[in-house]
């Protein structure tokens, strides 16, 4: 029986249940996939009409597995974990000081530099894989690219003693440096998938509704990281506090957007790969796990950090712990992750 790591359920009428130390989901008397506790890492729960029993939720928090819910769109729901996660206490209060001191300036300012950074590296990398092939392409990317650096002296030019002050800066300048990232990217995404540019919400073309979909199982890695790190996922920096959202979720993302999904989903559209949207401009049940499966092996990845190669996943809880450990005055400075590509 082959290892499962990620069990993804999306089957209409599936039942997740628990099983002599394996979670089984079945169908209609019939099993579809088992899989041991023992390797299990996280369960999504992909689609509607599935039901969980109260012994899977009870067996998947009592070994620190998690269970995310998506909806079609890709936009989570719900996660379940174990309530003990959520214990500690200073960290937290460190973490709600800091949005009225430097400390929270410091972390906006190098959040939008892990972005902005690896948004430009990126097209580095897709223009190194095309200087042969398509000489042209790849200087336009290189050009590109050096456009999207450029926005890391605005950064730099920044000043405020707290976010509040800064906050409509940092936005506008990442704002400036997306739309050069996605013009590029529009380049290498073939003309078959009709990008129309990118489209955070409504979208009703593949490459966008599977981007969309990337970064809500992003999302609640990030979500559950910063939990295990004893941080408040509602109390971001850059992004404003409105109740329900998890802004803290939305500041550390930006790191990783381009290096776990924007690759992930252009890589599946340049090798052509079948993403297919319903009529209400939603991925299809296959189109959906496909994207999961990648994204989920992107995660595994191994990149260089901090002196040794470690999976994606790993880089994210380091990522999250940091922040804690800056806020708490043990680190003095927050490094963004910069991924090498």
Not at 207 to 225: D, F, K, T
Not at 263 to 281: F, Y
Not at 282 to 300: F, M, N, Y
Request: aromatic residues 8%; contains cysteine; positive net charge.
């Amino acid at each position: 029986m082959p290892i499962v790591r990620h069990l993804l359920v999306s089957e209409y009428g599936a039942f997740l249940g628990k099983h002599h130390g394996r979670l089984r989901v079945s169908r209609d008397g019939q099993v579809l996939v088992e899989a041991p506790l023992l390797h299990l890492e996280a369960v999504l729960i992909l689609g509607a009409g599935v039901a969980l029993s109260a012994d899977a939720v009870e067996a998947c928090c009592a070994d620190g597995i998690p269970i995310y819910f998506l909806d079609p769109a890709g936009r989570p729901y719900a996660a379940l974990y174990s309530a003990g996660l959520t214990g500690t206490v200073r960290t937290r209060r460190e973490q709600l000081l800091a949005y009225r001191d430097r400390r929270g300036v410091e972390l906006a300012i190098a959040f939008a530099r892990g972005k902005i950074t690896n948004q430009a590296n990126f097209l580095r990398y897709a223009a190194k894989y095309r200087e042969r092939a398509a000489p042209e392409a790849a200087r336009r990317l290189h050009q590109a690219a050096e456009r999207v650096r450029g926005a890391l002296e605005d950064l730099q030019g920044l000043q405020g003693d707290t976010v509040e002050e800064i906050r409509e800066q940092i936005l506008a300048i990442e704002g400036r440096a997306a739309q050069r990232y996605w013009e590029a990217l529009g380049a290498v995404i073939p003309e078959s998938y009709g990008w129309p540019g990118r489209i955070p919400r409504g979208a009703q073309d593949p490459i966008n509704a599977a981007l969309n979909y990337g970064y809500g199982i992003l999302y609640g890695q990030v979500e559950r990281s910063l939990v295990l790190a004893g941080l408040d996922p509602y109390g971001g920096f850059i992004h404003a506090d409105r109740p329900g959202k998890p802004s803290l979720v939305l500041d550390l993302i930006e790191e990783f957007r381009a290096v776990v999904v924007d690759r992930t989903v252009v890589g599946m559209a340049t090798k052509g790969m079948k993403l297919e949207v319903d009529g209400e401009g939603r991925l299809t049940e296959e189109a959906r796990r496909s994207v999961a499966e990648k994204i989920l092996e992107r995660l595994d990845a191994a990149e260089r950090y901090e002196g040794k190669r470690q999976p994606l996943r790993v880089i994210l809880q380091s990522q999250a712990r940091h922040i804690a450990t800056f806020l708490r005055g043990e680190r003095a400075i927050y490094e963004p992750f910069i991924a090498r590509w």
